[in-house]
């Protein structure tokens, strides 16, 4: 059990560019999620997916965020067009199947948008 | 939608002495799971323990152990004999339904640890 990784640790950017993060969980886990976590705030979720297939999409999850997982195992997250509000810390975490196994997180992302 | 509430941004305790961290939370569904998670400084989130809704026991896992008041809907986290590694964020989360769902994470609470 390596754990969940998460690359880059940091990014920095200028608004407007396309970045993507890379989310590998833990092996065998077929459940994949994404969070965002801002500055002084708990994680809010995006979006999750079981296999290859995507579940559930916040509203959060504008038109400019896309996130897949074309294989069922590494999922990325992409943002195009990136604005001021897109930094934070953003977060992958996976579990197995079952209803007691717990969602293990990865270190994050940080997004910051000059 | 669920909510989830933590009122206390900050807390502080000597090592050795016990504190509690509360929760309150607002659904509409009969089986779901709460957690609370640990997120230490630049480090990732950690699950500290978990309660089922339909179990009336609450959760221990050594030092650390819940109070769950389903009809209150609180549901509070009780760290005994805190050492300075338990400083860290703390969040409580909710989870709906058969498990392995999207969790809904309240605000946080810092917690310090003073030597």
């Known amino acids: 059990d390596t754990g969940v990784s998460q690359n880059p640790r940091h990014k920095i950017t200028k608004r407007g560019q396309n970045v993507t993060f890379r989310c590998d969980p833990i092996s065998e886990h077929n459940r994949l999620y994404w969070y965002r976590q801002t500055l002084g705030q708990g994680p809010e979720f995006l979006t999750y997916f079981q296999n290859e297939a995507q579940l559930e999409k916040s509203r959060l999850l504008s038109d400019r965020f896309s996130a897949e997982r074309p294989k069922g195992s590494f999922s990325t997250l992409e943002i195009q067009r990136t604005e001021q509000g897109d930094s934070a810390m953003y977060l992958c975490a996976s579990s197995s199947g079952g209803r007691d196994q717990p969602q293990h997180f990865g270190d994050g992302t940080r997004l910051s948008i000059l | 939608a669920q909510t989830v509430t933590q009122s206390q941004p900050e807390m502080s305790v000597q090592e050795a002495e016990t504190v509690t961290l509360s929760c309150t939370y607002d659904t509409s569904e009969s089986n779901y799971y709460l957690f609370w998670y640990k997120q230490p400084p630049s480090r990732q989130m950690i699950l500290v323990i978990r309660?089922?809704?339909?179990?009336?026991q609450n959760a221990t896992e050594n030092r650390f152990s819940v109070n769950f008041q389903k009809a209150a809907k609180s549901f509070s986290l009780k760290i005994s004999d805190s050492q300075l590694g338990d400083t860290a964020m703390y969040f409580c989360?909710?989870?709906?339904?058969?498990?392995?769902?999207?969790?809904?994470f309240g605000t946080g609470t810092r917690l310090t640890i003073i030597p």
């Open positions: 989360a909710f989870m709906r339904g058969l498990g392995n769902e999207k969790l809904t």
């Open positions: 309660q089922e809704a339909y179990k009336q």
